[in-house]
């Protein structure tokens, strides 16, 4: 093994070290550590000599590795999973390893988007690959060294041994087998034997957050730059007729102001455009100036001429819309199982309803901001986007430029949800840079972000059931949605398969309000109405809410219907898991529950909240939630993904609204938009099926199923079944006068 410097101190050692240092900081740190066996040095692995091994791995003198974690991190933790992987298959400690974000590469990375909860899940197979691979060329370049077969090698975190007892540090000979040929067949790690996956792994950018260090877009700074702010349209639908900048220019430290617009117009009037490209059709006003302070100070001095360029829209007129949508027959089928109006027609109950939602934002915590350098030689874009690949190919469309002269490095991001998927703030960044021939940070302030930014469209679900014989015969969901419909997977989401005639029938509206991907694209809204309207179903037909649900999933076991996603067996053993873990039904007097079982992004999800009755007011305090998402690659970040997607959940559901009026959304800020406070979120108390199946995404799945298990645990409460969200934009709806009304 190597006899440079080892990262292993004797505690003894440790000590010394420590005794030579001065600061309160590396102290503290000491004291912590210093009491525990095999103690950690303060090494920075961040400073040590790598040599490259290949695009993922390099490998240092002493054995320790930098990982490159591919895809962007948007605090969905893969920055930290994804090298937990690579980690697991070259057998290395973890406590040696050193992440870094990769760039964008997708030649080498393939996928590098945040998005869907797809990343582990599509990821996982590559990454093991990926550490396999470079550990049997490791074991290979030991064995030829040793002149031994391979075979006869074995493991233990970095370090090879021969049958003789002879050891080799992977650093030791990481150059010869650098250049070894790549085995085309390795062996994978049987789960009994992972020591790094199912193990608590803090986010490996924990320290830099919680200490203020440069990670997200914001605090990218380069020699040289400037910062610009965009004046856009007050409203969806506006175009600019003229302004006046002379205020503006008037203002100490603004730079320039100037157009831009004219090549992303022309770029949106392409017959093929990228999916990504969310920009209203207009030209808008730049303010460069020498800090974000004094652009935005200069924005606001801008005198600018707005004209209506077509009919500006509001929630009263897309209600109307909507509903007409629900009441017409201008539908797509996308699924159509037996004969639905038949079921209908020979039917001897049949319960019909209707579910609304609202416009959402997306609020990001770290408002939208990209740094650009457009020069003759290349393009240099650092910033915080969930595709980078598509922002890429888009700006090179948008500035007539090759691909190959983008270099574009992802920063960590202050959330996403769905936002940053669309590189509108990358366009006009790399528009203001190529204008101005300088590097560019474009920053957008947290109004610009809330006004002019991409939602979740404002949607209608009208479902209905045929009930004969005490069975459900029958199954219609309509959707009416502003901007397109939904994916195509989700109509063979639970129920399909499990009722004989089964229809979903989709129609939308083109509003020039820009609509996109928000947490959970879809099934956010869906799985509460379908699954409301389960509880209510189980009602009318007088069974039991948990027996309705395990009997149909009874009925898709066995299919070979190749286009059902969920997994039947899977989904009642969630469901009988959160029945005993939440104690439902044996819950004590003033506590009210309401069940919900969700698939969605390739996972599946069984909750139960608990609400009580707090001065009048329904309470949410508990949610029971159990998950099966195969094997948890780092269980403390699944656990972090999970409770957050539940309480996000929850607090969209029950206080997210947001109107439109004369085509500007009413609220601009944290104090006009209501979120759920801390003092408001329940205990999370989460279950995790263990399996050894392969892995699927957390970002997302737990969100959706929230809402429908607080709708149906505010029934339980008060005796009121709500069609509507937010759930309290009515507070006096929910008001508990008499405790003889409660269900």
């Not at 085995?183 to 193990?199: A, H, M, R, W, Y």
């Not at 998402?629 to 957050?644: M, R, S």
């Not at 069609?723 to 269900?743: A, C, H, R």
Request: some cysteine.
């Amino acid at each position: 093994m190597s006899t440079e410097s080892s990262l292993t101190f004797s505690r003894r050692n440790f000590l010394r070290t420590s005794s030579l240092a001065s600061g309160g900081l590396l102290i503290g740190f000491n004291l912590f550590t210093a009491c525990k066996d095999n103690v950690k040095p303060p090494v920075d692995l961040s400073k040590l000599n790598y040599n490259d091994f290949n695009a993922f791995i390099k490998i240092a003198k002493n054995g320790a590795v930098t990982i490159f974690s591919p895809n962007p991190e948007i605090g969905q933790g893969v920055k930290t999973s994804m090298p937990m992987i690579i980690a697991e298959e070259l057998d290395v400690a973890w406590d040696n390893v050193y992440v870094q974000q990769g760039v964008l590469d997708t030649e080498n990375y393939t996928r590098q988007v945040a998005g869907g909860s797809q990343s582990i899940r599509l990821g996982w197979e590559a990454l093991r690959q990926t550490g396999a691979t470079a550990r049997q060329m490791l074991v290979n370049a030991a064995a030829a060294k040793w002149g031994v077969d391979a075979a006869e090698c074995a493991v233990n975190e970095g370090v090879i041994t021969n049958a003789k007892g002879e050891t080799l540090g992977y650093g030791d000979i990481v150059s010869e087998a650098a250049t070894l040929p790549i085995p085309e067949n390795v062996t994978l790690k049987q789960p009994k034997d992972f020591k790094i996956i199912g193990s608590d792994q803090k986010n490996v950018d924990i320290d830099k957050i919680i200490t203020g260090k440069p990670l997200f877009g914001l605090d990218y700074k380069a020699e040289g730059m400037v910062y610009a702010t965009v004046l856009r349209p007050p409203a969806f639908g506006q175009v600019l007729e003229s302004y006046d900048a002379t205020d503006a220019k008037a203002i100490p430290g603004v730079l320039d102001v100037i157009k831009i617009g004219e090549k992303a117009i022309s770029l949106l009037n392409k017959e093929k455009i990228n999916w990504s490209v969310k920009m209203t059709e207009t030209e808008k006003v730049v303010v460069i100036a020498d800090s974000t302070w004094t652009a935005m100070k200069g924005k606001k001095a801008i005198k600018a001429v707005w004209k209506d360029a077509t009919p500006l829209e509001s929630t009263a007129s897309h209600n109307e819309i909507l509903t007409g949508l629900l009441d017409g027959n201008d539908f797509s089928t996308l699924r159509k199982d037996g004969d639905v109006a038949k079921a209908f027609a020979e039917a001897d109950k049949v319960l019909e309803r209707t579910y609304e939602s609202p416009f959402l934002p997306h609020n990001c915590m770290e408002p939208m901001n990209f740094y650009a350098n457009v020069t003759d030689d290349k393009i240099h874009l650092v910033g915080p986007v969930q595709t980078p690949e598509a922002a890429a190919e888009t700006v090179a469309e948008l500035l007539g430029r090759n691909v190959a002269d983008i270099h574009l490095e992802m920063t960590r991001m202050g959330g996403g949800f769905g936002r940053r998927l669309y590189g509108d703030f990358v366009y006009e960044a790399a528009e203001i840079s190529d204008a101005i021939g300088k590097p560019v940070k474009m920053v957008s302030s947290r109004e610009d972000d809330m006004t002019t930014g991409v939602y979740r469209p404002a949607i209608k679900y009208r479902i209905k059931a045929a009930v004969k014989d005490g069975q459900v015969t029958g199954y219609q969901l309509k959707e009416a949605a502003i901007n397109g419909n939904m994916y195509g997977l989700i109509p063979n989401f639970f129920p399909a398969g499990a009722i004989e005639n089964y229809q979903v029938d989709v129609a939308s509206y083109n509003s020039n309000i820009t609509t996109g991907a928000w947490r959970a694209p879809y099934t956010n809204f869906l799985a509460y109405a379908e699954q409301s309207f389960f509880d209510e179903l189980a009602e009318v037909m007088e069974v039991d809410k948990i027996k309705l649900r395990l009997d149909l999933l009874e009925k898709v076991k066995g299919t070979t219907d190749e286009r059902i996603q969920y997994d039947p067996e899977r989904m009642q053993n969630c469901i009988k898991t959160a029945v005993e873990k939440s104690g439902w039904g044996a819950r004590p007097e003033g506590v009210y529950q309401g069940f919900v079982a969700y698939y969605c992004h390739n996972t599946h999800v069984a909750e139960v909240a608990d609400v009580e009755i707090e001065n009048g007011m329904p309470v949410v305090k508990k949610v029971t939630c159990v998950v099966d998402c195969g094997i948890v690659i780092n269980p403390l970040g699944a656990l972090n993904q999970i409770e957050g997607g539940v309480i996000d959940g929850i607090g969209h559901s029950m206080f997210g609204d947001y109107k439109f009026e004369n085509g500007t959304p009413i609220a601009n800020n944290y104090d006009a938009y209501r979120l759920i406070r801390m003092k408001e979120a329940p205990m999370v108390e989460t279950h995790l099926i263990q399996n050894e199946l392969s892995p699927t995404g957390l970002g997302e799945p737990t969100l959706p199923p929230a809402g429908g298990a607080v709708a149906n645990a505010l029934k339980a409460a008060t005796g009121k079944r709500i069609y509507k969200q937010p759930f309290m934009q009515d507070p006096e709806f929910w008001s508990v006068t008499n405790k003889e009304i409660l269900g």
